[in-house]
């Protein structure tokens, strides 16, 4: 049909034209051309115009999705102020729906604090435009139920066919959180700002801000390259930590500054932050380390230095960036905290807490080496009248004093520490033998014995009784160990005070014989020159009972394999203790000792004692290290550093030679 038409077309246009062209027109075959060319040229044309169409509804459908669903806020406005359309987003910003931004009770005009921007967009005022028409307004807006948002609006107008501008086309972006931070930052800044300008007052440029913090500040700034450890820039500020000026430093390796250990500490940090740096990608390393620096005149300074790491152009490991801080008043105020959580504030000596501390420790090392550990509990006699009589500033100076005295007698890894008022207790760590814990109670209390004379020459007199626990003869535990060195000191205080008391071993009979346990160390006394009295021939016995009492501990270990030997030991031990009582009794007699009957009734009291035990023992009644303690101990040890001991001071002259065969 379309082809018909076409040709009746043609057909009068040749009519029309054809006494102008009457060559042409008078071809039927050039009409046929013409119809056909123009036919498909229509063809072309509306195929052309129902593809535009097409590309139209899909490009309005595109725009569509892209106007609801973008992430800013979309309003297409009339000049007038009616809402023509909103996406959800510009609702969102302000807290309204979508219904309630399109309800005609809506008025976007409302949302603006300015008159200004209200006058921009819907009142009378020219405004320049830019040359597509756009302009920015940027805006504090209302939003539901007073909610302030910040927003950024791009308006775009919009003009008729007339060329006049009809409606609004406004993209809305929310920068209300940027601005919050922005305020924020601007608050913190003024702030830094305010702080800065006190102390620069007269400085206004960055970089003199910069160098009067790094030339003024007590904290020493530097720089090192790592390529040839080398200082680049040090703050003036190292003159006053260290005492030398910044061209020495320059000078010098910068590990010049650091005690041994430190440097070696430093050195083993900055290899392993360089070992990381080349297993991953390069970036800043910060760490805080603590060092020991020496000050020009040998005096050390505790520091602290928080050093980043930073790469050169090509990514690797390039310079140190560090500050140096003085931590030598914090860590004074540390040790000073530390001091008084463990340390007596009065004797300076451990307290409770730190001694049972050690004493963990030290428990755990003597189980695990099969070493013997002691403790000696020591308490002050008679230092109530003293302290009472002569004030408490004199008490104090008297703990002061016997705690030094204490802390004389004992080796560098040893412990004296103040249980608290005249109580002390002292750690005896790794020992070999009793006799060596026996030997140091001596000595502490021969020390306390001797007079305490104050500034005014005032002689005081004191003495102490000292109890001995032992690990792991009677315990094998910290508790039950200091309550048993607390008996034992007890036990001193009821014998009389100033001596030092042991209690006897316990025992754990299997059938009618002791059993020595696996972890025990033989027991073995000790001589040492503390137990001498003053005349070499009783010196001389008592190192020999010594012996012949170490000889008896050593067979009853394996009296059961050889109990000859036990019993020869035995026999050798009881008849020589009966010899030395009888020659140490003559002696006594010569010097004319005044306590002579009494020490006489002692002997006879031990002697019969031994009787009896050993008896018990022969019918199975007694285990046989119940008469080894009694034997070892309290004959030979026990008596030596208590009975004996009172007549030492009347041997300090030599008496006359005595014949102990008369």
Same mark, same amino acid.
């Given at each position: 049909?379309?082809?018909?038409?076409?040709?009746?077309?043609?057909?009068?246009?040749?009519?029309?034209?054809?006494?102008e062209?009457?060559?042409?027109?008078?071809?039927?075959?050039?009409?046929?051309?013409?119809?056909?060319?123009?036919m498909?040229?229509?063809?072309?044309?509306?195929?052309?115009i129902?593809?535009?169409?097409?590309?139209?509804?899909?490009?309005?459908?595109?725009?569509?999705?892209?106007?609801?669903?973008?992430? #800013?806020?979309?309003?297409?406005?009339?000049?007038?102020?009616?809402?023509?359309?909103?996406?959800?987003?510009?609702?969102?910003?302000?807290?309204?729906?979508?219904?309630e931004?399109?309800?005609?009770?809506?008025?976007?005009?409302?949302?603006?604090?300015?008159?200004?921007?209200?006058?921009?967009?819907?009142?009378?005022a020219?405004?320049?435009?830019?040359?597509?028409?756009?302009?920015?307004l940027?805006?504090?807006?209302?939003?539901?139920?007073?909610?302030?948002?910040?927003?950024?609006?791009?308006v775009?107008?919009?003009?008729?066919?007339?060329?006049?501008?009809?409606?609004?086309?406004i993209?809305?972006?929310?920068?209300?959180?940027?601005?919050?931070?922005?305020?924020?930052?601007?608050?913190?800044?003024?702030?830094?700002?305010?702080?800065?300008?006190?102390?620069?007052?007269?400085?206004?440029?960055?970089?003199?801000?910069?160098?009067?913090?790094?030339?003024?500040?007590?904290?020493?700034?530097?720089?090192?390259d790592?390529?040839?450890?080398?200082?680049?820039y #040090?703050?003036?500020?190292?003159?006053q930590l260290?005492?030398?000026?910044?061209?020495?430093?320059?000078?010098?390796?910068?590990?010049?500054?650091?005690?041994?250990?430190?440097k070696?500490?430093?050195?083993?940090?900055?290899?392993?932050?360089?070992?990381?740096?080349?297993?991953?990608?390069?970036?800043?390393?910060?760490?805080?380390?603590?060092?020991?620096?020496?000050?020009?005149?040998?005096?050390?300074?505790?520091?602290?230095?928080?050093v980043?790491?930073?790469?050169d152009?090509?990514?690797?490991?390039?310079?140190?960036?560090?500050?140096?801080h003085?931590?030598t008043?914090? &860590?004074?105020?540390?040790?000073?905290?530390?001091?008084?959580?463990?340390y007596d504030?009065?004797?300076?000596?451990?307290?409770?807490r730190?001694?049972y501390?050690?004493?963990?420790?030290?428990?755990?090392?003597?189980?695990?080496?099969?070493?013997?550990?002691?403790?000696?509990?020591?308490?002050?006699?008679?230092?109530?009248? #003293?302290?009472?009589?002569m004030?408490?500033?004199?008490?104090?100076?008297?703990?002061?004093?016997?705690?030094?005295?204490?802390?004389?007698?004992?080796?560098?890894?040893?412990?004296?520490?103040?249980?608290?008022?005249?109580?002390?207790?002292?750690?005896?760590?790794?020992?070999?033998? #009793?006799?060596?814990?026996?030997?140091t109670?001596?000595r502490?209390?021969l020390?306390?014995?001797?007079?305490?004379?104050?500034?005014?020459?005032?002689?005081?007199?004191?003495?102490?009784?000292?109890?001995?626990?032992?690990?792991?003869?009677?315990?094998?535990?910290?508790?039950?160990?200091?309550?048993?060195?607390?008996?034992?000191?007890?036990?001193?205080?009821?014998?009389?005070?100033?001596?030092?008391?042991?209690?006897?071993?316990?025992?754990v009979?299997?059938?009618?014989?002791?059993?020595w346990?696996?972890?025990?160390?033989?027991?073995?006394?000790?001589?040492s020159?503390?137990?001498?009295?003053g005349?070499?021939?009783?010196?001389?016995?008592?190192?020999?009972?010594?012996?012949?009492?170490?000889?008896?501990?050593?067979?009853?270990?394996?009296?059961?394999k050889?109990?000859?030997?036990?019993?020869?030991?035995?026999?050798?031990?009881?008849?020589?203790?009966?010899?030395?009582?009888?020659?140490?009794? &003559?002696?006594?007699?010569?010097?004319?000792?005044?306590?002579?009957?009494?020490?006489?009734?002692?002997h006879?009291?031990?002697?019969?004692?031994a009787?009896?035990?050993?008896?018990?023992?022969?019918?199975?009644?007694?285990?046989?290290?119940?008469?080894?303690?009694?034997?070892?101990?309290e004959?030979v040890?026990?008596?030596?550093?208590?009975?004996?001991?009172?007549?030492?001071a009347?041997?300090?002259t030599?008496?006359?030679?005595?014949?102990?065969?008369?």
């Amino acid at each position: 049909m379309f082809t018909i038409v076409l040709f009746i077309g043609l057909v009068a246009v040749h009519n029309v034209y054809k006494t102008e062209s009457d060559v042409f027109w008078s071809s039927p075959l050039a009409l046929l051309a013409t119809s056909t060319g123009l036919m498909t040229f229509m063809t072309l044309l509306l195929v052309s115009i129902r593809r535009t169409g097409e590309r139209l509804e899909k490009s309005e459908e595109l725009f569509r999705v892209v106007f609801e669903n973008t992430a #800013v806020g979309l309003v297409h406005i009339r000049r007038d102020g009616k809402m023509l359309h909103a996406n959800e987003a510009f609702g969102r910003f302000l807290g309204y729906t979508p219904d309630e931004v399109m309800d005609e009770s809506f008025r976007f005009e409302d949302i603006f604090y300015s008159e200004t921007a209200k006058a921009r967009l819907f009142g009378d005022a020219d405004f320049e435009y830019s040359s597509d028409n756009r302009y920015v307004l940027i805006e504090p807006c209302r939003g539901k139920d007073e909610k302030l948002a910040w927003l950024d609006l791009y308006v775009e107008r919009i003009t008729g066919t007339s060329g006049n501008m009809d409606s609004y086309i406004i993209a809305i972006v929310d920068v209300t959180r940027q601005r919050r931070v922005a305020a924020e930052l601007a608050a913190y800044r003024e702030n830094l700002e305010k702080i800065v300008d006190e102390r620069t007052a007269r400085l206004k440029e960055s970089e003199e801000r910069f160098r009067f913090i790094a030339e003024h500040n007590a904290d020493v700034i530097w720089m090192m390259d790592l390529k040839n450890q080398r200082l680049t820039y #040090v703050s003036p500020s190292v003159q006053q930590l260290l005492g030398i000026s910044v061209n020495e430093v320059m000078t010098q390796s910068p590990w010049e500054v650091f005690t041994p250990d430190s440097k070696a500490v430093l050195h083993a940090r900055l290899e392993e932050v360089l070992a990381k740096w080349s297993t991953r990608s390069p970036k800043e390393e910060l760490d805080v380390i603590e060092a020991r620096q020496t000050h020009k005149d040998g005096h050390t300074i505790d520091v602290e230095l928080i050093v980043s790491l930073h790469p050169d152009e090509k990514g690797r490991p390039g310079f140190l960036l560090g500050v140096t801080h003085d931590i030598t008043a914090r &860590k004074r105020a540390e040790e000073e905290l530390r001091r008084m959580a463990f340390y007596d504030g009065l004797t300076k000596l451990p307290n409770r807490r730190l001694l049972y501390d050690r004493l963990q420790l030290a428990v755990r090392h003597a189980r695990r080496k099969k070493r013997r550990i002691a403790l000696l509990f020591i308490d002050l006699d008679n230092f109530k009248p #003293v302290n009472d009589k002569m004030g408490h500033q004199v008490g104090d100076w008297l703990l002061r004093e016997a705690s030094v005295r204490m802390e004389e007698n004992l080796r560098s890894y040893d412990t004296a520490a103040r249980m608290g008022g005249d109580e002390f207790i002292v750690l005896l760590p790794d020992l070999e033998n #009793v006799g060596d814990a026996l030997a140091t109670a001596e000595r502490i209390r021969l020390a306390i014995e001797r007079p305490f004379v104050t500034e005014d020459n005032t002689a005081l007199s004191l003495s102490c009784s000292i109890g001995v626990a032992l690990f792991p003869d009677h315990a094998d535990n910290e508790h039950d160990l200091m309550r048993i060195g607390d008996d034992a000191m007890y036990k001193a205080k009821r014998a009389g005070r100033n001596r030092v008391e042991m209690l006897a071993f316990p025992s754990v009979p299997i059938g009618n014989a002791w059993v020595w346990r696996e972890h025990d160390a033989p027991l073995r006394l000790s001589w040492s020159t503390v137990f001498e009295c003053g005349d070499a021939t009783l010196d001389a016995e008592h190192q020999n009972l010594f012996e012949l009492a170490n000889q008896v501990i050593s067979t009853a270990m394996v009296q059961e394999k050889a109990p000859e030997q036990f019993i020869a030991a035995l026999e050798c031990l009881l008849a020589e203790i009966k010899d030395h009582f009888g020659h140490e009794e &003559k002696i006594l007699q010569q010097i004319g000792w005044p306590d002579l009957s009494a020490h006489q009734l002692k002997h006879r009291e031990l002697i019969a004692r031994a009787g009896e035990l050993r008896k018990a023992a022969e019918e199975n009644q007694l285990p046989i290290r119940n008469l080894v303690d009694f034997l070892a101990v309290e004959m030979v040890v026990q008596h030596i550093l208590t009975d004996d001991k009172k007549y030492f001071a009347s041997l300090a002259t030599p008496p006359p030679t005595l014949n102990l065969d008369a």
